[in-house]
């Protein structure tokens, strides 16, 4: 006689059955948590062994860089430090004088001249070619729009047209004064303040503040590593050689 077909009844292993409504243990929680293992949606819909448990492992599945930005070896930001250490090692030791761009129209250099530069930072900036060498040293720490400013400032200077003053004024504000543009240089809020009030009326001298200490910047900031770069050495010795041979 089949004992299930008797009413009431049913299997001993159920009467004394009860549902657990208690915590999850830790390492149950974190597993779930982590997408570990079969998300409690797909075990009871019956799915959880296929597609279903694919898709809540690959949702729950965190993102290493997220939570790793400065180590993460696949980090954007760790990448663009690494291309600049790469094209920093990329310099020439062999640097010569034909090799760097003529931004300002000069002749070049003479051995002496060259050797000039490390007297002192204001002979390097009132040679057009010692400005060219700087600029091109600068581009490669990535600070290049510092001397644009300094020089975009001294051709401000020159203006006498107050249309062209304007004109040229409100450029250099957006290209090198405003925090949207990307060339912006480094300038203490007093010094912008400023600038901001003499924008109202620009005249050829609105910058001058500011030129001021971002010449200072250069000074005393890139100046001295300019001096012991290979692009400097480079044309000490190849201007040495050079004399020596003639």
Not at 30 to 47: F, V
Not at 150 to 176: F, H, M, P, T
């Amino acid at each position: 006689m089949c004992l299930r077909k008797r009413s009431g009844y049913r299997p001993p292993d159920l009467i004394n059955a009860k549902i657990y409504t208690g915590p999850i243990p830790a390492e149950r929680g974190g597993e779930l948590a982590m997408g570990g293992g079969r998300s409690e949606t797909s075990a009871l819909s019956g799915t959880g062994g296929g597609r279903g448990m694919t898709t809540t492992q690959n949702s729950q599945r965190p993102n290493a860089c997220c939570f790793c930005w400065c180590c993460c070896c696949s980090c954007s930001w760790n990448e663009e430090e690494k291309r600049k250490r790469r094209r920093r090692k990329r310099i020439s030791q062999d640097t010569k004088m034909d090799t760097i761009p003529n931004c300002e129209a000069c002749t070049k250099p003479s051995v002496d001249e060259i050797r000039l530069w490390s007297q002192s930072f204001d002979k390097l900036m009132r040679n057009p070619a010692g400005r060219n060498v700087f600029r091109e040293f600068l581009r490669t720490e990535y600070s290049e729009e510092n001397m644009l400013f300094w020089l975009a400032c001294e051709d401000l200077k020159q203006e006498i047209s107050k249309g062209a003053v304007e004109e040229k004024a409100r450029s250099i504000y957006e290209d090198y004064i405003s925090i949207l543009s990307p060339k912006e240089v480094s300038l203490d809020a007093r010094v912008r303040e400023v600038i901001n009030r003499k924008m109202q009326d620009p005249t050829p001298h609105t910058f001058e503040d500011a030129q001021l200490q971002i010449y200072t910047l250069m000074h005393r900031d890139s100046y001295p590593r300019f001096l012991s770069s290979n692009i400097y050495k480079s044309l000490v010795h190849g201007g040495s050689r050079t004399s020596s041979e003639s």
